[in-house]
């Protein structure tokens, strides 16, 4: 793994939210992006090196719904950025990790994403990133 690519922060409203991280940074968010596929709507803010993501739900179905439901507003999931996800699967499906999806997707962000299961990661959500080369 590279370096973290960025946090991810579950909200209920977008809107509002980016507002209020707005005031926190001192700068508003660079991009919004729906992913429809995952049933959420994000919004990114760089804050020098870092960015941090917010998401919120587009459907009562949608992951981000279901952990507002189950834990409320708050970090969600740590992203790190990696050079080969196919590799990095494979590699950490062999340390005993459960990888959600083992097939890469296309995330926000122009990424190929995958996720672990918080369960084998002490209760932490990690997703792994691939820029997408044009
Ligand atoms: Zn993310």
Known sequence: MQK?????IAV???EESNKLFAK???KKHYKTEKVITEGVKTSFFKIGPNKIELLEA???ESPIAKFLAKKGE???HIAFAVTDIHKEI??????GFTVLNEKPKK????????????KSSH?????????ISE
């Open 24 to 26: 926190l940074f001192n």
């Open 107 to 118: 995330g926000a962000d122009n990424k190929l994403v995958a996720f672990l299961h918080p």
């Open 90 to 95: 494979k590699r950490l499906k062999k340390e």
């Open 123 to 131: 209760g932490v959500l990690i997703e792994l990133c691939q820029e």
């Open 12 to 14: 209920k409203n977008l």
């Open 74 to 76: 708050g970090i969600h």
């Open 58 to 60: 587009t459907n009562p």
């Open 4 to 8: 973290i690519e960025h946090i991810g």
